[in-house]
C-alpha cells in the first residue's frame, strides 16, 4: 500500500517535471479513436493507443505511426495491464450492431470487465477516466429528444442488449467507483458519429449507404425509413471528448448533433450526393430498432461551450470523399 503510494507520488511528480501529459486512447484504432490520437498529438500530448483491432485497424493510424511521441500495443482491455498515465480515455468497443452482435458476450466483457480495468488503473495512479457511454443507454426511447436525466428503455434481453446494457453497467462502475472510492471519471453519451475512417463493412446506415451510392447500387432501408436518428461529425464529436476531459463536469453528457433527421431523408441525400444513380429498396427492420433518437445538448453547451459545427450535407461530402479514396469508386 505504501509502496503504492510512493510510486504514485513519484510518477505525478516525474509527469510534471517532464511537462507532458500521458494519455492512453483504448480502442484507438478504431473510427472515433484514431481520430482522437490524431487529435492529441497535435495538441503536444504523448498518445498512447491499446487496441486489439478487432474491428479497428492500423491503417487509421498511418498518419502518425512514425511520431515519436505516439505509441501502439496490441493489446485487449479484458486483460489487465500496468501502465502509468495522466489521462485514459476508454473508447475501446465495438460500435456498429453487426459487429459487437457478432460475439455478444466478448462485447459484454469489453463494457463490464475491461472497464474495471480502466477504473484500476485511474485508481493507480491517480489518472482522470472519459469512458465512451453511447445514446443506446436510452433504448427505444418514450421521452423525446433525449435529456440525460432520462433513464431510458432497454430491452435487457435482446439482440442489442450485450451492448446497450453492458454500456448502462459501465456507467453504473464509474459513479459507483466515484462515490465509493474517489475516481475521476467522465461519461460521454456518444450519439450517431459518422466520417472517415468508418469501416465500410460496418453495416452502419452512413456507411452502408455511402458504399452502395458510390458502387450505384440500391440503398438499402430498413423497415420505413421513418426511424430518426441524429448525424454528428467525428471532429465535432473528438472535439466535445476533449472539452469534457478537460471540464469540471463528471457527466453524463449527451454529445451529439442536434438535429433529427429520418434515414429516408438521410438516403435521399446521399443519393444526390453521389449523382442520383441508385434506387432505395427496402428490407425489414432489426429486432429492437429504437425509433426515434435525438439528443437534448443543453447540458453540454453550458458546461462545455460545445455544439457540433459540421452541417450533415457537409459531412457527408468530406465521408465521402474519403470512402472514394478506399473503395476506388
Ligand atoms: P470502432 O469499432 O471503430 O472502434 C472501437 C475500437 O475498439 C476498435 O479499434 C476495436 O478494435 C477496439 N476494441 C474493441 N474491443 C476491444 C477490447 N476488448 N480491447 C481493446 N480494443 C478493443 O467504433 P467507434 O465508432 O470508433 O466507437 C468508439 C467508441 O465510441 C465505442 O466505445 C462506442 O461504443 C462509442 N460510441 C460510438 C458511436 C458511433 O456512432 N460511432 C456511438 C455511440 C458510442
Ligand atoms: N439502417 C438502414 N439501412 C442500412 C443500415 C441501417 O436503414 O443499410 C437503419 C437501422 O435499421 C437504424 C438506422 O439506420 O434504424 C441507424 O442504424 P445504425 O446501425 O447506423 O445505428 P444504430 O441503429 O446503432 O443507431
Not at 495522466?86 to 465495438?94: E, G, K, S, V
Request: charged share 20%; net charge neutral; glycine share 8%.
Amino acid at each position: 500500500m505504501l509502496l503504492d503510494q510512493t510510486g504514485r507520488v513519484f510518477y505525478r511528480a516525474l509527469s510534471i517535471l517532464k511537462g507532458m501529459d500521458r494519455v492512453l486512447v483504448t480502442g484507438g484504432a478504431g473510427f472515433i479513436g484514431s481520430h482522437l490520437c490524431i487529435r492529441l498529438l497535435s495538441e503536444g500530448y504523448r498518445v498512447y493507443c491499446w487496441d486489439n483491432l478487432d474491428t479497428g485497424s492500423m491503417d487509421n493510424l498511418t498518419s502518425i505511426l512514425s511520431s515519436p511521441h505516439f505509441e501502439f500495443a496490441r493489446h485487449d482491455i479484458v486483460q489487465p495491464r500496468d501502465f502509468a498515465v495522466d489521462r485514459i480515455y476508454n473508447l475501446a468497443c465495438p460500435a456498429s450492431p453487426l459487429h459487437y452482435q457478432r460475439d455478444a458476450v466478448k462485447t459484454i466483457m469489453t463494457s463490464t470487465v475491461g472497464v474495471m480495468n480502466m477504473l484500476e488503473l485511474a485508481e493507480r495512479y491517480g489518472a482522470r477516466l472519459l469512458q465512451a457511454s453511447t445514446s443506446e443507454v436510452y433504448g427505444d426511447p418514450h421521452v423525446h429528444p433525449q435529456r440525460e436525466d432520462y433513464w431510458g428503455h432497454v430491452n435487457p434481453i435482446g439482440p442489442r442488449s450485450c451492448y446497450d446494457e453492458s454500456k448502462r453497467l459501465a456507467e453504473s462502475l464509474l459513479m459507483a467507483h466515484q462515490r465509493q472510492r474517489g475516481a475521476s471519471v467522465r461519461i460521454a453519451r456518444i450519439f450517431n458519429t459518422y466520417g472517415p475512417h468508418m469501416h465500410p463493412n460496418d453495416g452502419r446506415v452512413v456507411s452502408n449507404l455511402i458504399v452502395q451510392a458510390l458502387k450505384k447500387e440500391d440503398l438499402t432501408i430498413y423497415g420505413s425509413g421513418c426511424q430518426t436518428r441524429s448525424f454528428c461529425y467525428v471532429s465535432d464529436m473528438v472535439d466535445g471528448l476533449v472539452r469534457l476531459m478537460a471540464s469540471d463536469l463528471r457527466g453524463p453528457v449527451n454529445l451529439g448533433h442536434p438535429v433529427e433527421t429520418t434515414v429516408r431523408e438521410l438516403a435521399d441525400m446521399i443519393n444526390d450526393l453521389a449523382g442520383g444513380h441508385s434506387r432505395i429498396v427496402y428490407h425489414s427492420l432489426p429486432t429492437d430498432d429504437p425509433y426515434r433518437r435525438n439528443p437534448d445538448i443543453t447540458l453540454a453547451r453550458e458546461r462545455l461551450g460545445w455544439e457540433p459545427l459540421v452541417p450533415l450535407r457537409e459531412g457527408l461530402r468530406y465521408t465521402m470523399e474519403y470512402f472514394r479514396s478506399i473503395i476506388g469508386h
